[in-house]
């Protein structure tokens, strides 16, 4: 007996709900890779380029449903999803699979997780940590939550969309709580970097000047990062570097700095209260990764 190679390698047919930014980068990228591709999206006319590309252009939510065993929806929000999906007919969604890359909260994922098994259809929850012109190169990287045997299933489609497609667990809501981590991450360290520009610019240096200096210290605060980690999970805060009283002056430093040139104080403000209650609370003497106590603890919950 011989088997098809042709028919176990063909890439599979999926569609794309949502042709903003990104869902145009996720189509285009689809196509590339040799998926046949449906594209749909309100406003059609945004459809043209792909269509021009090879992508079928479907004129309803439920033509692209029907299109494909994978549907890939990337839209504003969880309201703009179902705007889209709840009209469609429960029995077109059975059999397939939909990956959802909107952003959104974790109850949002697994509530849509739940509103698709009832609809005999499977959920993936997916979050994008790539601008729009990586989608589709190694740059990229789509983290994915939900059932596992649907990740592996779909893993060729996937990879057609990034370098790197981490397989998260089976709790749907896992990728929102990544992507919150990640964009907070991403904002606080902007933040930093805004408030150094204000700071430096007080005294005519510019953006660029700072940022060549300011690069070469992120890389040694990921460095921090697997032993603060290691901290955090075992519970034990020992001083690798500086205690939490050290760092604690030298934001008072910062605010001081701030407020004497007239730049805005509301960020490390923030930080050293966050830091003055950990202290209080008696990690002054510990590393830094005691603040994760403090960052547990809901604001307005008494101590």
């Known amino acids: 007996m011989t088997t098809d190679k042709h028919t176990e390698t063909t890439p599979a047919p999926v569609s794309v709900l949502g042709l903003g930014h990104m869902g145009r980068a996720l189509a285009g990228a689809l196509l590339r890779a040799g998926h046949p591709t449906t594209v749909f999206n309100r406003t059609a006319a945004k459809a043209d380029d792909l269509v021009a590309e090879g992508a079928a252009r479907a004129?309803?939510?439920?033509?692209?449903?029907?299109?494909?065993?994978?549907?890939i929806a990337c839209v504003t929000d969880y309201d703009a999803l179902h705007a889209l999906l709840?009209?469609?007919?429960?029995?077109?969604?059975?059999?397939?699979?939909?990956?959802?890359?909107?952003?959104?909260?974790?109850?949002?994922?697994?509530?849509?997780a739940a509103w698709a098994a009832e609809r005999g259809a499977t959920y993936l929850d997916g979050a994008i940590m790539a601008a729009p012109p990586g989608i589709g190169t190694a740059a990229a990287t789509i983290v994915v939550s939900?059932?596992?045997?649907?990740?592996?299933?779909?893993?060729?489609?996937?990879r057609g969309?990034?370098?790197?497609?981490?397989?998260?667990?089976?709790?749907?809501?896992?990728?929102?709580?990544?992507?919150?981590?990640?964009?907070?991450?991403?904002?606080?360290?902007?933040?930093?970097?805004?408030q150094g520009?204000?700071?430096?610019?007080?005294?005519?240096?510019?953006?660029?000047?700072?940022?060549?200096?300011?690069?070469?210290?992120?890389?040694?605060v990921?460095?921090?990062?697997?032993?603060?980690?290691?901290?955090?999970?075992?519970?034990?805060f020992p001083v690798d570097d500086?205690?939490?009283?050290?760092?604690?002056?030298?934001?008072?430093?910062?605010?001081?700095?701030?407020?004497?040139?007239?730049?805005?104080?509301e960020f490390p403000a923030l930080i050293k209260a966050i830091a003055d209650r950990a202290a209080a609370a008696g990690h002054?003497?510990?590393?830094?990764?005691?603040?994760?106590?403090?960052f547990r603890r809901p604001a307005a919950q008494p101590r």
Request: hydrophobic content about 45%; cysteine-free.
């Open 242 to 265: 500086a205690t939490l009283d050290v760092h604690r002056a030298a934001m008072a430093h910062l605010v001081q700095e701030s407020e004497s040139l007239g730049v805005n104080t």
């Open 284 to 294: 002054g003497g510990e590393g830094y990764a005691a603040m994760i106590e403090e």
């Open 197 to 220: 520009a204000a700071l430096l610019g007080t005294a005519g240096v510019s953006a660029a000047d700072y940022t060549a200096v300011a690069a070469k210290g992120i890389p040694t």
């Open 59 to 71: 004129g309803t939510p439920a033509e692209a449903v029907a299109a494909a065993p994978l549907v």
């Open 146 to 158: 939900g059932p596992r045997a649907e990740f592996d299933r779909h893993a060729p489609a996937l």
């Open 222 to 236: 990921a460095d921090w990062l697997p032993g603060y980690a290691k901290q955090i999970d075992t519970g034990t």
């Open 86 to 112: 709840d009209p469609v007919n429960p029995a077109a969604l059975r059999g397939r699979t939909l990956v959802n890359l909107t952003t959104g909260t974790s109850e949002q994922a697994r509530a849509t």
């Open 161 to 194: 969309l990034a370098g790197d497609t981490p397989y998260l667990g089976a709790d749907e809501g896992l990728t929102a709580l990544y992507e919150m981590a990640v964009v907070g991450l991403m904002w606080s360290i902007l933040n930093g970097w805004l």
